[in-house]
């Protein structure tokens, strides 16, 4: 018998924009949504699902033995702006925000998190990205940060 890594680790992975600026319209979002998980997929990292807001990213990811989440979020925060800035999806320079926030996600909840991201759409036209951040931090417990 061999010797084997095994991990299931599920991580939901939000990340901004920098200064929150909405500059992701619908044709941007749905090329940079492909492109994060077509990018995923070359570097072996199992995406369940991403969505593209206008100013914020949600995916979640199974995280690899090999990486760490700041290596992850490197690579698809480097990668995607390059690919945004290659290919002139929005006008002018892009880039990313610094930071991001992660979460574990059990697998007992993982469909709700997944039902979670994929109606950002509807989520957001009640709840401002602004407001879902501060509930994020507050549930949690990063209440200290929320005024950063």
């Given at each position: 018998?061999?010797?084997?890594?095994?991990?299931?680790?599920?991580?939901?992975?939000?990340?901004?924009?920098?200064?929150?600026?909405?500059?992701?319209?619908?044709?941007?979002?749905?090329?940079?949504?492909?492109?994060?998980?077509?990018?995923?997929?070359?570097?072996?990292?199992?995406?369940?699902?991403?969505?593209?807001?206008?100013?914020?990213?949600?995916?979640?990811?199974?995280?690899?033995?090999?990486?760490?989440?700041?290596?992850?979020?490197?690579?698809?925060?480097?990668?995607?702006?390059?690919?945004?800035?290659?290919?002139?999806?929005?006008?002018?320079?892009?880039?990313?925000g610094r930071g991001y926030a992660a979460f574990s996600a059990s697998e007992s909840?993982?469909?709700?998190?997944?039902?979670?991201?994929?109606?950002?759409?509807?989520?957001?036209?009640?709840?401002?990205?602004?407001?879902?951040?501060?509930?994020?931090?507050?549930?949690?417990?990063?209440?200290?940060?929320?005024?950063?």
């Amino acid at each position: 018998m061999s010797l084997h890594s095994y991990t299931k680790l599920w991580v939901h992975i939000i990340w901004e924009t920098l200064n929150r600026e909405k500059l992701l319209n619908e044709k941007a979002r749905k090329l940079v949504s492909e492109y994060l998980f077509n990018y995923s997929k070359e570097k072996n990292i199992f995406m369940k699902i991403n969505y593209v807001n206008p100013e914020h990213v949600h995916t979640l990811i199974n995280l690899p033995t090999n990486l760490s989440i700041e290596d992850t979020i490197k690579l698809f925060k480097g990668s995607s702006s390059h690919f945004i800035n290659q290919d002139g999806i929005v006008p002018g320079k892009f880039s990313w925000g610094r930071g991001y926030a992660a979460f574990s996600a059990s697998e007992s909840q993982l469909e709700k998190v997944v039902e979670y991201i994929r109606n950002q759409r509807e989520h957001h036209r009640v709840k401002s990205y602004a407001e879902e951040y501060d509930l994020f931090m507050r549930k949690y417990g990063f209440k200290d940060l929320v005024n950063r």
